[in-house]
């Protein structure tokens, strides 16, 4: 049988090291144009790209889709697992690449605890215990393209080194148990990489998670310290085999992205574009040769709730080319769409956003074709401010709606003066 997924490095290490800026080209048996690395996976909940339906994501650069399992298993019998005519049909997404995994990616919280027979999740609809069982039964009835195995992560930052090991042993165990069924379904598999706040017990688990026979890797820095985690990503994948694709958890900032891409990760996790949306703000940041240099620092996101924007008669963006910018729809009128609480204001941003991380994606990889991604990685650091972006709708006024039925509506109105 032909390999699923087949992973070729298309650029050469200049020096010794094994981690370095680099492109690729993911080929899966479905599609027939290989997937080109380094790449967002399109953040979905439950299975759908927040605001958007299907009609929306024609013309977005959605090349893999990145689905949770916990989003599936808020129901306690989950008709998803019953559905026999797999995920991608289930989800509207049937040509589409689906990579399956358990968490949410931007949902850190702290769970019970897991055993050596289950990892717990915490969905809204309770705690539920994923068995090896469980898991190997998505992945039949799912049919995702690539899947990870079970992973016992550890949600507790103070974590004692007992703890670390037992998180690396068990996800061993798992992935041997996960390993046999794969194989006999021809479903490529990630092995996650555990280890923690542990740089020896994350060289331990690559090591060992190198001997078994997996299609790729799955790194995270989730809920470690944001300042200090680079040389605990760098103990993760030091040890790791150069000919396989990395996914890595925990870096969707531009700027996590960009040092992940000098370490040599080809799959992010993409929901920076949703979370910008959430907050009111579309994503304007350029990379590399579409970087236009100022003397001032420049913010890489617009704030749509920006009461000054409710003049602008401008598209978000007068250089992008999605939907939003080239129809064109203002910001005034998006900033009009957020305040009346308007589905068509976050549809508008959403889109947008999707789009420009994208874009951000294939300017880093033609930045790293041309050999200048480090020069091009130090002139984004200098032009674009660092701070976090806020939620952009803060010091708006709540008020509450008492009229509405049932529950009491927070209504949010800005005055424009
Ligand atoms: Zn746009």
């Avoid at 650029?11 to 800026?21: G, Q």
């Avoid at 006999?184 to 060289?203: C, D, L």
């Avoid at 941003?349 to 130090?378: A, C, T, Y």
Wanted: include cysteine; aromatic fraction near 8%; proline fraction near 5%.
């Amino acid at each position: 049988m032909a390999n699923a997924l087949t992973f070729t490095c298309l650029t050469e290490s200049a020096t010794a090291s094994k981690l370095y800026p680099r492109r690729g080209a993911l080929q899966l048996l479905k599609k027939k144009q290989p997937i080109q690395t380094p790449v967002c996976l399109t953040y979905t909940i439950r299975g759908a790209v927040p605001h958007l339906v299907v009609d929306n994501l024609a013309g977005l650069p959605t090349d893999m889709y990145h689905l949770s399992l916990e989003h599936f298993l808020e129901e306690r019998e989950p008709s998803s697992l019953k559905y026999p005519h797999g995920i991608h049909k289930y989800v509207h997404l049937e040509n589409e690449v689906i990579f399956c995994d358990m968490r949410d990616p931007q949902n850190n919280n702290f769970v019970t605890f897991n055993t050596d027979k289950h990892l717990s999740v915490d969905t809204h609809g309770g705690v539920r215990q994923v068995t090896p069982e469980l898991w190997a039964k998505v992945l039949e009835t799912y049919r995702p393209d690539l899947y990870s195995a079970m992973a016992d992560i550890i949600c507790d930052k103070d974590a004692k080194t007992k703890r670390i090991k037992r998180s690396v042993d068990r996800t061993l165990r798992w992935l041997d148990e996960c390993l046999p069924k794969a194989k006999s379904s021809g479903t490529p598999i990630f092995a996650p990489v555990m280890g923690h706040t542990s740089a020896e017990e994350r060289q331990r688990s690559s090591t060992e998670t190198m001997e078994r026979d997996v299609e790729g890797y799955s790194v995270s820095v989730l809920g470690l310290n944001q300042d200090d985690f680079a040389p605990l990503l760098q103990a993760s994948l030091e040890p790791l085999p150069s000919d396989k694709p990395k996914l890595a958890y925990g870096l969707t900032s531009p700027e996590h992205i960009l040092l992940g891409v000098s370490k040599g990760i080809d799959l992010f996790d993409g929901s920076y574009a949703y979370k910008m949306t959430e907050r009111g703000r579309a994503i304007t940041l350029k990379f590399g040769e579409k970087l236009e240099k100022s003397d001032n620092k420049q913010d890489k996101t617009v704030n749509l709730w920006n009461t000054k924007l409710a003049q602008t008669f401008e598209p978000l963006d007068t250089s992008c080319g999605c939907y939003s910018c080239s129809t064109p729809h203002t910001k005034a009128y998006i900033h009009h769409l957020l305040n009346a609480h308007e589905m068509l204001g976050t549809i508008l941003l959403m889109g947008h956003n999707v789009f420009q991380l994208g874009q951000f994606m294939e300017s880093i990889r033609h930045s790293i074709e041309k050999g200048s991604f480090s020069q091009d990685m130090d002139t984004f650091m200098e032009q674009y401010n660092h701070e976090k972006e806020l939620d952009g709708e803060q010091g708006h006024v709540d008020e509450v709606d008492a009229d509405s039925l049932g529950v009491a509506v927070k209504k949010k109105r800005t005055l424009v003066l």
